[in-house]
């Protein structure tokens, strides 16, 4: 006879389309049921994609029809898109109410580590913030958060009378890191239930205020954060970091694949470390190949918002505390950044009712 174990590894082997895990270690397995041959459960998914809903059941049912020995399964589906359902809760925390003051909620992500996603998202928001928006800068790269550097803080965040933590002002940008209460020399080796409620605490439980923009600093590749970000708010729109080489383009696929499953708004991709010009003769050197991430995008059918130049100083402005936009406002890297947000404000306000 099938017993309870055995479905539930079955269920193990559903994915989240787009994602890498699955929907027993996502918590979307409820209320199941066993015995004579029949299975029930209940599948409690939040997604704005009725569509990703249906294939999550559909998935589930014909692996579940597979096991010997089971002659019924019925799977009940309560699908709702974040917030829209009456009284759906974020730890206590009604949906509608998490950043209801932040007009744009923009992720920044890439399919691999290491194309330099953090080094944008921090030189984006400076360059938002010189274009005359009000912007924060969530950093929710649980296991290597680094905005804190970045940008140059070293004091720890408080709880205000309102049991908010206060986000630390920087170069005008509000920013929260979870690098402001850890040990930096220290791994994060959490589960994936501990990432989920990290990130959750960073959307409902900080003072963030009025903003124009709310960037989103995410882990690489498609995993616990990306997830929970989709489902607890509306993201505006997403944007893909990714270097010219082939391998950081397949990852690069994969991310805006994910995105398109739970129906966020592509903004488009960056190319970062794109090309360097040698400062003294002005030979321009392709290092990475270059035009990958354009191509990419004419591929996929999404905006190329722009490439950012290799230049040294970017590396040496984010390790001492002061991006490029900062550092150095009439370089030829600050000009790309700033085009960069340009690029993104535009798209983003002539998708948005006025």
């Given at each position: 006879?099938?017993?309870?174990?055995?479905?539930?590894?079955?269920?193990?082997?559903?994915?989240?389309?787009?994602?890498?895990?699955?929907?027993?270690?996502?918590?979307?397995?409820?209320?199941?049921?066993?015995?004579?041959?029949?299975?029930?459960?209940?599948?409690?998914?939040?997604?704005?994609?009725?569509?990703?809903?249906?294939?999550?059941?559909?998935?589930?049912?014909?692996?579940?029809?597979?096991?010997?020995?089971?002659?019924?399964?019925?799977?009940?589906?309560?699908?709702?898109?974040?917030?829209?359902?009456?009284?759906?809760?974020?730890?206590?925390?009604?949906?509608?109410?998490?950043?209801?003051?932040?007009?744009?909620?923009?992720?920044?992500?890439?399919?691999?580590?290491?194309?330099?996603?953090?080094?944008?998202?921090?030189?984006?928001?400076?360059?938002?913030?010189?274009?005359?928006?009000?912007?924060?800068?969530?950093?929710?790269?649980?296991?290597?958060?680094?905005?804190?550097?970045?940008?140059?803080?070293?004091?720890?965040?408080?709880?205000?009378e309102e049991d908010k933590?206060?986000?630390?002002?920087?170069?005008?940008?509000?920013?929260?890191?979870?690098?402001?209460?850890?040990?930096?020399?220290?791994?994060?080796?959490?589960?994936?239930?501990?990432?989920?409620?990290?990130?959750?605490?960073?959307?409902?439980?900080?003072?963030?205020?009025?903003?124009?923009?709310?960037?989103?600093?995410?882990?690489?590749?498609?995993?616990?954060?990306?997830?929970?970000?989709?489902?607890?708010?509306?993201?505006?729109?997403?944007?893909?970091?990714?270097?010219?080489?082939?391998?950081?383009?397949?990852?690069?696929?994969?991310?805006?694949?994910?995105?398109?499953?739970?129906?966020?708004?592509?903004?488009?991709?960056?190319?970062?470390?794109?090309?360097?010009?040698?400062?003294?003769?002005?030979?321009?050197?392709?290092?990475?190949?270059?035009?990958?991430?354009?191509?990419?995008?004419?591929?996929?059918?999404?905006?190329f918002l722009g490439e950012?130049?290799?230049?040294?100083?970017?590396?040496?402005?984010?390790?001492?505390?002061?991006?490029?936009?900062?550092?150095?406002?009439?370089?030829?890297?600050?000009?790309?950044?700033?085009?960069?947000?340009?690029?993104?404000?535009?798209?983003?306000?002539?998708?948005?009712?006025?």
């Amino acid at each position: 006879m099938i017993d309870e174990k055995q479905v539930l590894e079955a269920l193990r082997t559903v994915k989240f389309p787009g994602l890498s895990r699955d929907i027993v270690s996502f918590g979307f397995v409820k209320d199941l049921a066993v015995g004579g041959g029949n299975v029930s459960l209940r599948l409690e998914i939040t997604t704005e994609s009725p569509r990703v809903a249906e294939e999550i059941r559909r998935d589930a049912t014909e692996k579940l029809r597979s096991l010997p020995g089971v002659s019924a399964v019925t799977i009940a589906l309560d699908a709702r898109p974040p917030g829209a359902a009456a009284g759906a809760r974020a730890g206590g925390v009604p949906a509608s109410e998490i950043l209801k003051d932040v007009r744009f909620k923009v992720a920044v992500a890439s399919g691999k580590g290491g194309v330099g996603k953090s080094t944008v998202t921090a030189n984006l928001a400076l360059a938002l913030t010189r274009l005359g928006y009000r912007v924060g800068l969530m950093d929710s790269d649980i296991y290597g958060p680094s905005q804190q550097m970045m940008m140059g803080i070293t004091e720890k965040p408080f709880v205000n009378e309102e049991d908010k933590i206060v986000p630390i002002e920087r170069h005008g940008v509000k920013v929260i890191s979870l690098g402001f209460l850890m040990d930096p020399d220290q791994p994060v080796i959490w589960r994936g239930p501990m990432v989920m409620k990290a990130v959750e605490q960073f959307l409902q439980d900080v003072a963030w205020g009025p903003l124009d923009f709310l960037l989103v600093d995410l882990p690489p590749g498609t995993g616990d954060a990306q997830l929970t970000l989709t489902q607890k708010i509306q993201l505006s729109g997403a944007v893909i970091v990714t270097t010219p080489q082939e391998v950081s383009l397949i990852d690069a696929r994969k991310g805006l694949a994910m995105f398109e499953k739970v129906n966020v708004p592509l903004l488009g991709i960056i190319e970062n470390m794109s090309f360097y010009v040698c400062p003294s003769c002005g030979h321009r050197d392709e290092i990475f190949k270059h035009g990958g991430g354009k191509s990419t995008a004419e591929k996929l059918g999404v905006p190329f918002l722009g490439e950012i130049p290799i230049d040294p100083k970017i590396v040496a402005g984010g390790d001492a505390g002061t991006p490029i936009v900062i550092a150095e406002p009439k370089s030829a890297a600050t000009a790309a950044y700033m085009a960069l947000a340009d690029a993104v404000a535009r798209t983003l306000q002539a998708s948005s009712p006025a």
